[in-house]
């Protein structure tokens, strides 16, 4: 796979336009801000009808080669643009005005973009160097806390891993609640693996208005990725260097040490309960699990990018090596990836626009048991007098811990790793029929495969009831995607008008196959040396949609403008009963600073929109219409059919008709103000309904019930400091989001676990029973006990008689970011934080290592600072009397272990220095700068656990906490 890319590497290099455009007279000049003098870096320099162009450097300095009579075109976002015509000046001094209401700016919207200031609906943006303050491998930890209503979580901190992503809170019980990813132009199956430095810009589409177009997948909201093009006139090699360090993120969370846990025990009363081999001498044993299973691990991210024109060719390209070792020892992951945006002009009309990338990723997993590290005992060395793991199978091993494990002893051989290979190949072209008029073609091909591979050691003691295991699975996986589009734009009088027309189809086909063997010689690697197999799998299954688009957007005087899309989606997914379905929207805004009765200075823009529309969800079963049997059993030595899932041919889409109001103001050329209220109505919700054994059928899909979700966003930015020399900005949102199921089949609530979904309720409510702390006369726990017919609150000590009900929710009550960034003389010191508030999570680790000694042979948590255990003389503890065995079920599942997880974590911190133009140049250089980058330095919790926010939708058994990171950089132009 590495040579792949290579090859594709090799090929991106010959395909680049090294020549640049041929010269007449160089102009040389300089751009300023007419208010405050200061020089503007960025500039977009253009000779008009022409593709000649370049950019301001550090200083606002440009040279662009031109001839009499050409007129230049200078542009930049928050400056009004300002056409100049050239009649022989040997410079060029030229002043832009700032456009305070800052509604130039132009938006990605997923099938165009528009101007700011005409959009109708809910779209946020992030710029692509907004994105790369934090050291991740994916885009979508890069977003979090930095768009207001997107609640963006790690899960874990583990190499390579991915977040959970919800927008606009959870509109359905059991389909999908994941946004749906498109990347230049194209639907993904899945999130997208792509180098974050080739990201121009990401637009997170949030209403039904924004979304529409993207019909039945639109529900959970739209992520527009916007690749790297070339610039025009812009000739320039990039190189991106970044390598830190990351320690395992501890926090106050501690596990007892050999002293601690030996006074734990002389706590218990029931000494007759305490084995015979508990002493004194135990102290003199003291192993810190975690000491041995973490490590510092390393990050390394070099990318190299290359952006250049000719007259007719514009060409971005970039390669990037990302590694990364975890902070548990045993974990690592390696990506590679290469892309080329070209763009070619074949004549005046036609574009051709090809792309290619290609990422490899692999993971090596031999990793220490964090389950293990959290519970071992202290009192059990895992090494022998030599260095080497002990065998706790072997007589006179003296391993005191529960389960009589030492992981180290099968990690030494044992391991497993995986990789990816994914290409991504798109045929574009754009012919412009007239000015107005033009034809778009999208066309991609993606391929993805995908290999693992687990190895069990025939000396391992996992390894010995099979005398060893080896294990190696595929994934292939190929998407086909064309969208056929008409856009009409045109402007005429005091009306803007854009209507585009489009086809699209879009399928995916996926197949894997899996085998496993036992019996292998020590070492073995290759599956056919397994003496006997013992497993074989495999699987198929294809999708497919077509879909018809159509969206209008209109404008009068840039004061009111409209909106309107509609796209018909048909789906594989549905029965011919309902194969297609219809989506949605309309939408308006009104810029009132615009209308001339308006003439407040202390305004710089105001305007309102409002927008009405549907979106649908489809279910996460691919044939749901159809009755299904697994062919993966046998009768009499011949293949057999088994009933799997009923077919229902009337299934329909879930459908999300979702309204937004919206008010966005500048005040005093500082302060930018947004605010939405949205209300989201889910109906027809997917759910598989469980039909008896009798049927012969596990259930089948069906359209039963409805969510309705209501929420707020506010975006606040403000402009601290504006001078020549020093400038400071703060960025700050929120959301808020309440859901509600207010309708099930037949008013049913189903009790899955722990949680409970009932007509009234959130969807993530809490079931269990509700602890009320310590009996402070026995030290016995207690629990709240509901008399079904009164409703009366009364105490019992036992846990078969408290009653089960609903004692929270894991929905945050709101949540958001904070960015900050500051800029003197070319020192800069960027900042951004995330937070939630009011999540509730079952923290169940504590089940084993808080169990008040139920579980008495694993090592147990410090208790924190205002906990304590009750005894006779602290009558009024948290925690109940230990007992060797437990206290009363005190360890069972109830509100006792249900954490607050609210959090203010730092996620980065950036400072730099941007070398001065004068010394760069006397380098032969066009920008360099330096800077050391922390993630995730501090974290403001009352969790008890190591990571709040990786407790949310990740593991809170074993948690595996997102790393503190240093890491230090270079950017080099050339």
Not at 98 to 111: P, R, S
Not at 431 to 444: G, H, Q, W
Not at 908 to 935: C, E, H, M, W
Request: aromatic share 12%; charged share 20%; net charge negative.
């Amino acid at each position: 796979m590495r040579k792949c890319l290579l090859c594709l590497m090799a090929f991106i290099l010959s395909s680049i336009p090294w020549g640049v455009m041929a010269q007449t007279q160089d102009l040389k000049g300089i751009v300023k801000d007419s208010k405050t003098s200061e020089t503007i870096p960025g500039v977009n320099v253009l000779v008009k009808g022409t593709r000649n162009g370049t950019i301001t450097d550090f200083d606002g300095e440009f040279t662009i080669p031109v001839e009499r009579g050409n007129t230049l075109v200078f542009s930049f976002i928050g400056f009004t643009t300002q056409e100049i015509v050239y009649t022989g000046q040997s410079s060029l001094e030229v002043s832009l005005n700032a456009d305070t209401k800052d509604l130039q700016e132009v938006i990605v919207t997923g099938y165009g973009t528009q101007k700011r200031e005409n959009l109708t609906g809910s779209i946020a943006t992030v710029s692509g160097d907004k994105l790369t303050d934090i050291t991740s491998p994916n885009i979508g930890n890069m977003l979090q806390g930095k768009v207001a209503g997107v609640d963006v979580i790690a899960s874990t901190g583990a190499p390579g891993a991915m977040p959970t992503i919800r927008i606009r809170g959870r509109s359905s019980i059991r389909s999908s609640v994941t946004p749906i990813w498109v990347v230049d132009g194209v639907i993904w199956h899945d999130t997208p693996i792509l180098n974050p430095n080739d990201v121009e810009s990401i637009s997170v589409l949030k209403d039904a208005a924004a979304a529409a177009l993207y019909g039945s997948r639109g529900a959970n909201g739209v992520i527009v990725v916007t690749t790297k093009g070339a610039k025009a006139g812009v000739n320039k090699l990039s190189l991106n260097v970044k390598t830190g360090v990351s320690v395992f993120n501890r926090r106050d969370f501690q596990v007892m040490n050999s002293e601690e846990l030996h006074d734990l025990w002389t706590q218990f009363p029931n000494t007759n309960s305490i084995p015979g081999w508990f002493d004194e001498s135990l102290k003199q044993r003291d192993t810190d699990w975690l000491d041995i299973g973490t490590q510092t691990g390393q990050v390394r991210d070099y990318n190299l990018s290359y952006t250049g024109t000719s007259e007719r060719a514009r060409v971005f390209t970039a390669f990037n090596y990302f590694n990364e070792t975890g902070t548990v020892r045993g974990d690592s992951y390696e990506r590679l990836s290469a892309r080329i945006n070209y763009d070619y002009d074949i004549n005046s009309k036609l574009t051709f626009k090809p792309k290619l990338a290609a990422t490899y990723t692999s993971n090596e997993n031999a990793r220490h048991s964090i389950y293990d590290m959290y519970r071992n005992l202290p009192w059990d060395n895992p090494f022998a007098a030599d260095g080497s793991p002990i065998n706790t199978l072997t007589p006179g091993a003296n391993w005191r811990g529960r389960d009589n494990r030492n992981y180290l002893y099968d990690l030494q051989w044992n391991f497993g790793n995986s990789s990816v290979f994914n290409v991504l190949s798109n045929i574009d072209f754009q012919y412009d029929f007239n000015e107005y008029l033009s034809f778009i073609s999208t066309n991609s091909l993606t391929f993805y495969t995908g290999d693992s591979f687990n190895y069990t050691d025939p000396r391992s003691n996992s390894g010995l009831a099979d005398n060893g295991r080896i294990s190696a699975g595929q994934n292939k996986r190929i998407t086909r995607f064309t969208n056929q589009m008409l856009s009409y734009t045109r402007t005429f009088d005091k009306h803007f008008v854009n209507i585009l027309a489009g086809y699209e189809f879009n399928d995916y086909v996926f197949s894997n196959v899996s085998a496993q063997g036992k019996g292998i010689p020590a070492g073995a690697q290759v599956i056919s040396n397994a003496s006997e197999p013992q497993a074989i799998g495999g699987t198929k299954n294809d999708y497919a949609f077509q879909s018809y688009l159509l969206n209008a957007n209109y404008s009068y005087e840039n004061r009111y403008s409209a909106q309107a899309s509609f796209r018909r989606d048909g789906a594989s997914r549905f029965g011919a009963n309902n194969k297609y379905g219809n989506f949605f929207s309309l939408s308006g805004a009104w810029n009132i600073h615009n209308e001339s009765f308006f003439n407040v200075s202390s305004i710089d823009y105001l305007r309102t929109k409002v927008a009405y529309g549907q979106v649908g969800n489809t279910p996460s079963s691919l044939y749901p219409h159809l009755e299904l049997f697994s062919l993966n059993a046998q009768y009499d030595g011949n293949p057999a059919a088994v009933a799997a899932s009923l077919g229902n041919p009337n299934l329909t889409w879930e459908k999300t008709a979702a309204s937004n109001f919206g008010i966005e103001i500048g005040l005093f050329n500082r302060i930018d103000l947004a605010a939405e209220f949205y209300i989201k109505n889910t109906t027809d919700l997917l759910h598989f309904v469980p039909l008896p054994n009798i049927s012969g059928f596990d259930g089948y899909f069906d359209n039963i019930g409805s969510v309705l979700n209501k929420g707020v966003e506010v975006t606040l930015g403000l402009d601290v400091l504006k001078t020549n020399d020093l400038n400071w900005r703060l960025d700050f949102n929120i959301g808020l989001n309440r859901n509600e199921i207010t309708e099930l089949y037949e008013n049913r609530r189903q009790i899955s676990g722990n949680r409970i979904v009932e007509v009234g309720e959130d969807i993530d409510t809490w079931f269990m029973r509700k602890w009320a702390g310590v009996n402070p006369e026995d030290g016995t726990p207690l629990w709240e006990r509901v008399d079904p017919n009164t409703g009366e609150i009364t105490l019992t000590g036992s846990y078969a008689q408290a009653t089960l009900q609903k004692v929270g929710t894991s929905t945050p009550q709101f949540f958001g970011g904070l960015t900050s960034s500051f800029d003197f003389k070319g020192f800069y010191l960027n900042a951004n934080m995330a937070f939630s508030k009011g999540a509730l999570v079952y923290h169940s680790a504590r089940e084993t290592f808080d169990s008040d000694g139920a579980y008495p042979t694993y090592n147990y948590m410090r208790l924190r600072p205002e906990w304590s255990r009750w005894s006779p003389e602290n009558p009024n503890a948290t925690h109940p009397q230990p007992f060797f065995g437990g206290n009363n079920d005190a360890h069972r599942p109830s509100s006792r272990f249900l954490e607050d997880v609210s959090f203010l974590r730092i996620r980065n911190i950036t400072a730099g220095y941007r070398l001065p133009v004068t010394f760069i140049q006397k380098l032969k250089l066009t920008g360099l700068d330096v800077f050391v980058s922390a993630d995730n330095l501090i974290t403001f919790t009352s969790f008890s656990g190591l990571d709040p926010e990786a407790a949310i939708f990740g593991d809170t058994g074993s948690q595996y906490p997102l790393p503190k990171r240093i890491s230090f950089g270079l950017n080099v132009n050339f």
